[in-house]
């Protein structure tokens, strides 16, 4: 069992054509959404010669595609092509593909080998490193699914020049995250803002890899990667309960501000900490929340957090700048008043 | 990752019911099938304490228990029962309950704490070690699936008394495979047949532990646990196909008679050694084949075997008592050959 992948980056296409040329996999399927079958998937087959004869699957590219419909849809797709524990499945495209198809992946025949190529700063940051996969069910993120590493992650930065300038920004959040609960040379490198692009996508990776290594299944550190998921997802819950949409990024955003007040309530962190954290946030992000955010509201999707023991809300919290501490208790008063302090600052 | 489960074997519930108290487990939950909720759910939670508050779950005895519906369902409880990852699930019953219950708690929520307790022979000998679950789709067996240790496994040797007597034979097949493809003073003992009850599953259990531990995720030498099996699997689809049933057991009984014939057609054993498994298995075993065999009927099973590559057959075959190969490519021509060879002897 690997628990972690190789991952590859560069600006062309030579190593992921080498790495198919030398595994000679017999079939190759690819599975795109809507928007990387359009912009990324001519790109990449343009200039991966082995993938001329491969077979494409396309998803809608919408959260609403993590679902077992799809997942049933894709597999029957998957038997008819009778694809094999030694052929190759790729996913080319943002979060939901990779969610869905590594999800897939992982259960086809007991799982088949398969290829992250992320086409979204945020899947390049985040969905690549860890393995985790899932589907939303019993209207819960990601409440099934699996800790699987792709074979290979294959990271190329050409493919953001496609992406509308929201997107971007849905990326930077869990780039500041990483930052923030691990490296605050990092942080303080993001503040001044003067990293190459390659450069950023490279250190926000390697910081979350270095925590992925030493906890895949997260059993203790790993759980520090949650900061600012937990009010996160269930922003992102609440939302679609309201047939609205939010950019997970954006929540994240939302989320590491209303923790961060978390962590000071608690005396884990400064007035001054809060006041950089904060400042920093709200100037690098332009965060429009069209719903009311209200502990009431958010609670029963709190509760249902995977994260939980025992129906006590547990989050992963800063106690410094590049620092971060997990499975840490917090009460419904401490949500209550940070998510008020969070309307303050909007 | 584990990639091998404490496996517990006694005769009382000494055992199951420390391992209980010790972990404090806030809820747990019992997925049972129609038997084993009449004849073994009953023994143990008069027995385990820690039992008594225990959730329960009820699903069909039936290898179509083995579907996405089921696993929906059971899944959907299990969020209404707001279950949690430090929760635990107990799957008590047969091969089906082991695969359908272990497959459900290695997605849900990426994975929660499980046990197998299984109660007929073939899930204490087989199903218990290894960590293979999967549900049956597009037709085929054990085609949707992860490969997933259980927290333990509490094998109690009363609980077979509960079943009839086709059900031990079913379990004794498998006992016989692991004896042939591994240890051939097991095989003479087992002729013989004086080994008690406990020392046979003990024996079982240990020998297919030890292949397990050295490939846990079948990458070549746990393929030899398939000997017996590609045939057999094809059998099974195809007494489905048919709208029969024939007990996993007596395929695996006729899968090794078969495969035993290829490996002495490809010269791997002589003819003394395919005359003393196939006299063995024939005097041991009461095999009642109901259907004509012939390789037309099972190849499009075969074909699609989770072992191929390429669209070439591929079976795992002995080359003495006691010692197998596997990845060995087998043609049409083989397979007719010791297809026509097993009617014979039948």
Not at 157 to 162: A, E, H, P, R, V
Request: charged share 20%.
């Amino acid at each position: 069992m690997k628990n972690n992948s190789l991952i590859l980056i560069q600006t062309n296409f030579k190593l992921i054509t080498n790495y198919l040329l030398k595994n000679k996999f017999n079939k190759i399927v690819i599975i795109c959404d809507t928007n990387s079958m359009q912009f990324c998937l001519p790109i990449l087959v343009s200039n991966v010669n082995p993938l001329l004869k491969a077979e494409i699957i396309e998803v809608d590219a919408s959260e609403e595609s993590k679902s077992f419909e799809t997942v049933t849809s894709i597999l029957e797709t998957l038997f008819e092509l009778k694809l094999n524990k030694s052929d190759l499945i790729i996913n080319l495209g943002g979060g939901v593909v990779a969610d869905l198809g590594g999800f897939v992946a992982s259960i086809y025949k007991r799982g088949v080998n398969f290829i992250n190529i992320p086409t979204t700063l945020l899947a390049m940051v985040d969905a690549s490193v860890g393995g985790k996969n899932g589907i939303n069910y019993f209207n819960l993120k990601n409440s099934i699914g699996t800790i699987v590493q792709p074979n290979l992650v294959f990271i190329n930065n050409s493919f953001l020049k496609t992406l509308p300038v929201e997107h971007y920004q849905n990326g930077l959040a869990e780039v500041y995250k990483i930052a923030l609960i691990n490296n605050k040379t990092f942080w303080n490198s993001l503040q001044i803002g003067k990293l190459t692009e390659l450069e950023l996508i490279k250190k926000a990776i390697t910081l979350k890899q270095n925590i992925v290594n030493k906890d895949p299944f997260e059993k203790g550190l790993r759980k520090i990667l949650n900061f600012g998921h937990t009010i996160a997802h269930a922003i992102e819950m609440f939302y679609v309960k309201n047939n609205l949409f939010i950019l997970h990024g954006y929540a994240v955003v939302i989320g590491m501000i209303v923790e961060t007040h978390i962590a000071f309530q608690k005396k884990l962190i400064s007035k001054d900490t809060l006041n950089e954290v904060v400042t920093t946030l709200v100037s690098k992000f332009t965060i429009e929340i069209t719903l009311k955010l209200n502990y009431l509201d958010l609670k029963p999707y709190l509760i249902q957090d995977k994260k939980n023991k025992n129906g006590i809300i547990k989050m992963a919290l800063l106690n410094d700048i590049g620092k971060c501490k997990h499975d840490i208790t917090v009460t419904e008063k401490e949500i209550s008043k940070a998510l008020l302090f969070f309307e303050g600052t909007n």
